[in-house]
């Protein structure tokens, strides 16, 4: 029954349409199966350049998650390094600062030295002095007549009053004119120093036509005997004198040595400051500087 259905179609469409019109049926069908196949083959393609694309994305997505992976290494790499530079900065800083303490404590520690050399030298300089004048003045010392001392760091020539004068006299002895002429033959071969004759008294109170206390006594001894130093060949401009009274005892009043021992002429070889440390800041500070 089917057969006999489509044989029926085909006789009828045969009947209906001409050769020509179905050859070109024919070919326009063809033509549609050839674009149908073509475009078949086209999605293909698209599908494979897709699949490619993707696989290329793909492996694009993870090659940047890598290179932001490596970029964050990177940056804290960095950063660490940042870190470490300012350790190293700050390190060196306290370093050079260190290196500056350092070399302002061995600058103190130069001036220190070279302040203490000076001491030393100052120190061995009055050592050598001591030792020269006691050297110069040994039959004097030796005969009783002079005593060489340190008193508060000042080289002090101490000559007893009873051998110079008579008691209550500012008068000078025979004996005692004699024995200051070779101390200022002595002192004289030091003109760079300064001496300062002082004047000393036991406290027994004077009261004189001419001494009115031991102020005015000790003074008129210690001109005394700067004018016979001077006389002796000193330079004035080298002595200078002093009156202590009786306001600076080297022992008690109490006994007649201790008397004689307080009654006395001191020549004191006034220290040179300008050679000690500090001496050009204290000039400086005089000077309003």
């Not at 469409?13 to 033509?31: F, H, I, P």
């Not at 009783?144 to 002090?156: E, F, H, N, S, T």
């Not at 000078?172 to 002429?181: E, H, I, T, V, W």
Request: proline fraction near 2%; aromatic fraction near 4%; charge should be negative.
């Amino acid at each position: 029954m089917q057969r006999w259905m489509l044989a029926s179609a085909a006789l009828f469409l045969a009947s209906c349409v001409t050769q020509a019109e179905y050859d070109e049926l024919g070919r326009e069908l063809a033509e549609a199966r050839r674009a149908l196949t073509d475009a078949g083959a086209e999605r293909d393609r698209n599908a494979t350049y897709l699949d490619k694309q993707y696989d290329e994305s793909t492996d694009y997505q993870q090659e940047l998650a890598g290179t932001k992976r490596e970029l964050e290494a990177l940056r804290a790499e960095l950063e660490l390094t940042a870190a470490q530079r300012d350790a190293k900065d700050t390190e060196l800083a306290n370093a050079m600062k260190d290196q500056d303490a350092l070399a302002a404590s061995v600058q103190a520690m130069k001036k220190a030295l070279a302040e203490a050399n000076d001491r030393e030298l100052e120190a061995a300089s009055r050592v050598h002095e001591f030792k020269k004048l006691l050297a110069r003045f040994q039959s004097l010392i030796d005969a009783g007549k002079l005593r060489v001392k340190i008193v508060r760091g000042r080289m002090v020539l101490e000559l007893p009053t009873d051998i110079l004068f008579a008691s209550g006299s500012a008068n000078l002895s025979d004996d005692g004119k004699g024995a200051l002429a070779e101390v200022g033959a002595v002192l004289a071969d030091f003109p760079d120093r300064q001496f300062q004759v002082e004047g000393h008294t036991d406290d027994v109170p004077i009261d004189t036509k001419r001494f009115g206390d031991n102020w005015a006594l000790a003074a008129a001894r210690a001109l005394g005997v700067r004018e016979t130093l001077e006389a002796a060949g000193m330079a004035p401009t080298q002595l200078s004198a002093a009156s202590f009274g009786q306001h600076r005892p080297v022992t008690a009043n109490d006994s007649e040595d201790g008397k004689a021992a307080n009654r006395r002429i001191e020549i004191v070889i006034v220290p040179d400051l300008s050679g000690l440390p500090g001496a050009d800041e204290l000039d400086a500070l005089s000077r309003g500087g």
